[in-house]
């Protein structure tokens, strides 16, 4: 049997710990949906077709310790959000059978260079630069959904204790199950999938110091210090 001999030694995968036990929930890809809650800018608005994204795997990491401030950025914001952890990949998935795919369910910051995603906006350009960059996406354990069940409680974010970002998981635009429906229809998702489901109303900046507390009801919490800049 031939053994594929690489150029180099490939990294190991991407993985994020399952709770309470000693497994790791491998990450494939990351798909990210943009403004999935109501913003004040965006009330009385008729519910557009939902906006998605991509992270690569290598932006997520484990949510403890310190949040790298990133380079080229001065305006380094919070988005809390629901992580939905996919276990069984397909095409095409109906809206009512999608949860199925569902293994489980993690809470996870897009922290954002919002000052690139702004100047690239106003150009018409792409904004993948404000989104990719080492340490992008901290996520808590993934709680597999037999043991949570489908959450519904709050998500929420603070800042040196001070309340930034609240919301019910009801409030989103787009449920978990057209999310994955809608995915499902432009690209075949993958087992080891994430999907990042939209952040509330609260965006706000952060500075080198400030410690972050956050969590969805029923899934899980992270405390984080965002790191000096570089």
């Not at 380079?71 to 990949?89: K, P, S």
């Not at 904004?127 to 489908?150: C, I, L, N, Q, Y």
């Not at 001070?162 to 999310?179: F, G, K």
Request: aromatic fraction near 8%.
């Amino acid at each position: 049997m031939n053994m594929t001999e690489y150029v180099f030694t490939p990294d190991l995968p991407v993985t994020l710990p399952v709770l309470g036990t000693d497994q790791r929930f491998p990450v494939g890809r990351v798909f990210c949906v943009g403004r999935n809650y109501p913003w004040p800018d965006s009330q009385g608005q008729s519910r557009q077709p939902p906006v998605f994204f991509m992270k690569p795997a290598s932006c997520v990491v484990d949510a403890v310790g310190d949040v790298a401030f990133p380079t080229l950025c001065e305006d380094f914001v919070h988005e809390i959000e629901l992580v939905v952890a996919i276990g069984e990949g397909g095409a095409n998935i109906p809206e009512e059978q999608a949860l199925a795919y569902v293994w489980g369910y993690a809470a996870g910051l897009d922290l954002t260079r919002r000052d690139v995603q702004r100047a690239a906006k106003s150009n018409g350009l792409p904004w993948e630069g404000a989104k990719v960059f080492d340490g992008a996406a901290p996520m808590t354990a993934v709680v597999p959904v037999s043991r949570s069940g489908h959450p519904e409680g709050e998500l929420w974010l603070n800042v040196n204790g001070a309340e930034r970002q609240r919301d019910n998981l009801d409030s989103q635009i787009w449920s978990v199950s057209e999310v994955i429906s809608r995915i499902s229809q432009s690209v075949a998702l993958r087992a080891g999938d994430l999907i990042m489901t939209g952040s509330p109303a609260g965006v706000d900046g952060l500075q080198p110091g400030d410690v972050i507390n956050a969590g969805i009801d029923g899934i899980g919490q992270l405390e984080m210090r965002v790191g000096p800049r570089t």
